[in-house]
Every structure is written in structure tokens, then in C-alpha cells.
């Protein structure tokens, strides 16, 4: 269900050339921002909690996981050399599931890396919350790109369907509906943050079993829709 | 049988005068082709001229942006109040999100398939120049994203009239209103197109520009909240210097009688906000320099 040559092209379409600088700004960014805020603010786990749930959990994971996801299997459909990969004997689960141990990879080295290395910045994983986010930013990779390499395979605007859910739907609606929450993988990483850490800074909307069912129902199911997709391909010329 | 003999070839070859003839009609010339760019980049922005599924993105982002103008009027009606809850100013930092998609869906489609199909070489084969398709590009993206901001401000002011209200007031205010939005289109316009024309896959230009949009936004807003939070309130408005739409906040806030919209109100003076027009200024031309150094070269 790997295919090593798989994932070494798509590792080099996610990383080669120029694409890497946009991953690592992130992850830049996190890491001088949390410098910033502990030599100007000093060691507090509050503000460590603040900024780890809303900058790293809520924005980065989501934008990495959008990157990556799509990334691994978008430009290859857009631009029509998917073919190549698809004529050789290789299953087409086996190309989304190697593609999605990639995507994974990618996501997790550099989301929940830069999440653990800020968190001791910040505040030295006082109340464990470094650990927490960064069990958090795990788990939402697997989601993410599992949901946003579905997208890929299904849509050729799947980036900008995946930003809007993940910045509308999760940040916006999220914070406005109660409901919505019930519908985000981001919450779903936080309840099993809340679990890891026990009660206290992290606080997540929905239970640990609920979250735990949704998580992998909709990783497997996205997966497996993905193949599906992946199955009766047809490939469309340029807009 | 045998072949003809060579002595008889040049009877029989001549080169025939098949009546091509040079054009010698009127030629439109350099402003008519950058004019047609203009137009073309203009209208693919929202679609029209390209494909049905092309037009449902940006048509239903423009409707995203209007419907709440719209709400907002048909209450500001009926409730007879004698002013907008919203600010003209503050429409486009409400729906910040919805601009951020639209540029980052149609700058990519507007420069980066021309690079990565090559076609860039074809368009400098006709008689413009370098600095014609990066004008032509840059403000057919710049008007796409003015009318994007300004229809839903026209919406609001139209509204107010409908509402009986101050007309005098109410145009400055929209006076206001449209300068900042405009300032803003040329501001993300530029960052948009640098930002796509930088990466030439259409995915990873759409994930860049909206990184460097919201990520700036985000970071900028935190760092200003703990700045306020531990009394330092004199940091905030320089910080508001280091994203595109804090900038924008802050030129409006300091020239363009917008309320303090930093955390805590951290009013911008007009000693600061020189330095946010400057640095807009800067910025807007430093996307155009970042602009023409890259098609300096681009598939030649």
C-alpha cells in the first residue's frame, strides 16, 4: 500500500525548488512571534495558550494542511502528467495512500515541529501546554490532508475551497454558531488536546468519544472517497 | 523510361507570384493592445469570457460582499435610524476574508497561467512593451478588486438616502469610504500579482497569496493585543506597519476619519500615519519594481 517512487516525486513536488520557502515562512513566523512575546511579555500561560490555539492551531495547521494536501495531488491533475502516474501498474489507493503518508509527513514536520519548539519558548510547556497543542496539530494533520487531498481530487479550485473552510468555516462561523464547532476538525484536535493535558487552559466543545468517531470516520472516508475519485478520473483541459 | 533530362529543369520550375501582399491598412499601435490587455484582465477577473465554471467564484464572492450591504441598508430602512451601523471605512476590514479570496483566486489565473503555458513570449511579440503588460495587468487587478470593494460602499450610500439621512454627511463619508478602498485595491492588488507571478503553479500561488494576507493580518493583530494588553500601548500603531490590511486601518484611521479600529482604540496620529502612507507608497512600489524585474526575463 506504499510505493516508495511515488512518494519520492511527490516529496519533490512539495518541496522542490521555491515551493519549501512558502512552508517554512510559517513555521518562521510562529517561532519570531513567540520569541517576540516572551521577551516582551515574559513566561505566561495564558498567553501561550492564546497564541498557540489561535495562531498555530487555528491558522497554520489549517494552511499547511492545505498546502500539502492539495498540494501532493492538485498541480499533477492540472496540468494533465497525472496520466503517467496512472498508466503505470500501481493501484490507485495505493497512489492517494502513499500520497496521504506524505502529505501527513509534511504537514506534521511542519506544523506540529514549529507548534512543540514555540510552546517551550513561550512559556518552557508550563501546564503541559506545548505538548498539548502539539498532540493537537498531530492529529488535525492526519484530518487535514486526508480531507484536503479529497479536495484536490475533486476540484480544481480545491485551495480555495479548502481556505474558506478552513479560515470562514472554522474561524469564522466557529466562533459565531455553537454548531458549527460540532463540524471542525480543529475542535475535534483540541478535545483530544483537553484529554492529554486534563482540565484547565485547553477547552474543546466536543466530547472526546465524538471526536475521536468523527476524526476517523472522516479520515478513512475521505480516503477512500479519494481513491474512489481517483478510479474514474477524467482529466479536463484548461479553463 | 527514363528521367528527364537536367537541361530541362529550368523550363519547367519558376517561382510563382501567388499574390501575397503586405498590410498596409491602419495599424492600432502600442495603447490599443495595452488597452485591450487592460480589458481582457479586467473582465477574466470576473469570468466573463471564460468558461461558466470559471464565472461561479468570483460571481458568487461578489455576491458574498453585497448581500450583507444590502442587509444592512434594508434595516437601516426600516428601523428609519439616522445612520449606518457600519462604517463605509470599516465595510472592507469586516469582509476582509472575502477579498482575500477573490485576489487570491483571480491573481493567480490573471499572471500565472500566461507564465507557466509560456504564452508570456507571445504577448511581447506584438507591440508592447515590458512595462504596458505589467501596467495593464496590475490595473485591470486593481480595478477588479475597486469594484469588488467600492459596489457594496455604493450600495450603502444609496441605501442612506433611501433612508432620509444627512446627504451631505453621508457623501464625505462615502468620499471617504471609496478613497480608502481605492488605496486598498492598489495595495492588495500588488502584493497579489508579486506573490503570483512569483509562483507559477496556480495551487501554490492561491496558498501564497492568502499566507501573506490573513498570516500577516493574524500575527500583526496578536502581537498588537498583547502590546496593549501589557500597557505598551505606544507599540501598537507601528505594528500595524508590518501587514497590508493594518496598514490600510491606519491611513484610515489617521486621514480618512475612520474610528480607532487598533486593540484598545490606540488612535494612529498624523505624524504616524505619514509614515503608513509612505510606507504604502513604498510598498506599491516595490510590487511594481519586484513586477518588471520579473518579466525582465520571463520565457526568452
Redesign the interface.
Known amino acids: 500500500m506504499y510505493d516508495p517512487t511515488v512518494a519520492r516525486l511527490t516529496y519533490r513536488a512539495l518541496l522542490g525548488r521555491r515551493r519549501a520557502a512558502i512552508l517554512f515562512l510559517l513555521p518562521g513566523l510562529l517561532l519570531i512571534i513567540a520569541a517576540a512575546v516572551r521577551a516582551i511579555n515574559g513566561a505566561d500561560d495564558q498567553v501561550a495558550a492564546d497564541l498557540l490555539g489561535g495562531f498555530a492551531l487555528a491558522t497554520m495547521v489549517p494552511l499547511i494542511g492545505v498546502i500539502a494536501g492539495t498540494g501532493a495531488i492538485g498541480p499533477e491533475i492540472d496540468d494533465g502528467s497525472i496520466v503517467y502516474l496512472l498508466s503505470k501498474p500501481v493501484k490507485r489507493p495505493t497512489i492517494i495512500i502513499t500520497k496521504l503518508i506524505v502529505a501527513i509527513a509534511v504537514t506534521m514536520a511542519f506544523s506540529a515541529v514549529p507548534t512543540l519548539i514555540a510552546g517551550f519558548i513561550l512559556n518552557g510547556n508550563g501546564q503541559q501546554v506545548a505538548v498539548a497543542y502539539t498532540v493537537a496539530a498531530l492529529v488535525a494533520s492526519i484530518a487535514y490532508s486526508a480531507l484536503f487531498l479529497l479536495l484536490g481530487t475533486i476540484s480544481r479550485h480545491a485551495v480555495v475551497i479548502g481556505l474558506v473552510y478552513a479560515l470562514v468555516w472554522e474561524a469564522l462561523f466557529g466562533s459565531l454558531i455553537a454548531g458549527a464547532r460540532t463540524l471542525s476538525v480543529q475542535q475535534w484536535a483540541l478535545a483530544l488536546a483537553e484529554k492529554v493535558t486534563g482540565e484547565g487552559l485547553i477547552s474543546s466543545d466536543v466530547a472526546l468519544p465524538t471526536a475521536t468517531v468523527l476524526l476517523v470516520v472522516v479520515t478513512l472516508g475521505a480516503t477512500w472517497f479519494a481513491g474512489h475519485k481517483l478510479r474514474t478520473l477524467t482529466l479536463a483541459g484548461e479553463e | 523510361m527514363s528521367t528527364p533530362a537536367p537541361e530541362a529543369a529550368p523550363d519547367t520550375t519558376r517561382i510563382h507570384n501567388i499574390g501575397y501582399r503586405s498590410y498596409d491598412g491602419p495599424r492600432l499601435g502600442r495603447s490599443y493592445a495595452r488597452r485591450s490587455l487592460f480589458s481582457q484582465s479586467l473582465r477574466g477577473a470576473y469570468g466573463l469570457g471564460?468558461?461558466a465554471?470559471?464565472k461561479v467564484?468570483p460571481m458568487l464572492l461578489f455576491g458574498v460582499m453585497c448581500a450583507p450591504a444590502l442587509i444592512i441598508v434594508a434595516i437601516s430602512v426600516y428601523t428609519k435610524a439616522d445612520e449606518l451601523f457600519v462604517e463605509y471605512t470599516q465595510y472592507a476590514v469586516l469582509l476582509q476574508?472575502v477579498i482575500a479570496?477573490y485576489l487570491?483566486?483571480q491573481a493567480p489565473q490573471s499572471v500565472s497561467?500566461d507564465l507557466?503555458?509560456r504564452t508570456v513570449p507571445l504577448y511581447f511579440s506584438r507591440p508592447i512593451e515590458r512595462v504596458d503588460y505589467v501596467l495593464a495587468k496590475y490595473g485591470a487587478m486593481a480595478s477588479a478588486l475597486f469594484i469588488l470593494t467600492a459596489s457594496p460602499l455604493l450600495i450603502l450610500w444609496i441605501g442612506s438616502m433611501l433612508a432620509k439621512m444627512d446627504f451631505v454627511e453621508q457623501a464625505k463619508l462615502f468620499g471617504q469610504g471609496l478613497v480608502s478602498v481605492a488605496v486598498l485595491s492598489v495595495l492588495f492588488s500588488g502584493v497579489g500579482l508579486v506573490m503570483a507571478a512569483?509562483?507559477p503553479?496556480?495551487?501554490?500561488g492561491?496558498?501564497?497569496v492568502?499566507?501573506v494576507l490573513?498570516?500577516t493580518y493574524?500575527?500583526v493583530s496578536?502581537?498588537q493585543g498583547?502590546?496593549y494588553a501589557?500597557e505598551?500601548t505606544g507599540a501598537v500603531p507601528w505594528l500595524g506597519l508590518f501587514s497590508p490590511l493594518t496598514l490600510v486601518i491606519g491611513l484610515q484611521n489617521a486621514f480618512l476619519g475612520a474610528p480607532a479600529s487598533f486593540p484598545g482604540e490606540v488612535p494612529v496620529g498624523a505624524g504616524a500615519g505619514v509614515v503608513y502612507l509612505v510606507v504604502i507608497l513604498g510598498l506599491i512600489a516595490a510590487c511594481y519594481g519586484i513586477l518588471m524585474a520579473r518579466y525582465r526575463k520571463v520565457g526568452l
Open positions: 471564460r468558461s465554471k470559471s467564484l476574508l479570496v487570491a483566486s497561467r507557466r503555458f512569483l509562483t503553479r496556480r495551487g501554490f492561491v496558498a501564497a492568502i499566507a490573513t498570516i493574524g500575527a496578536t502581537l498583547i502590546s501589557t505598551n
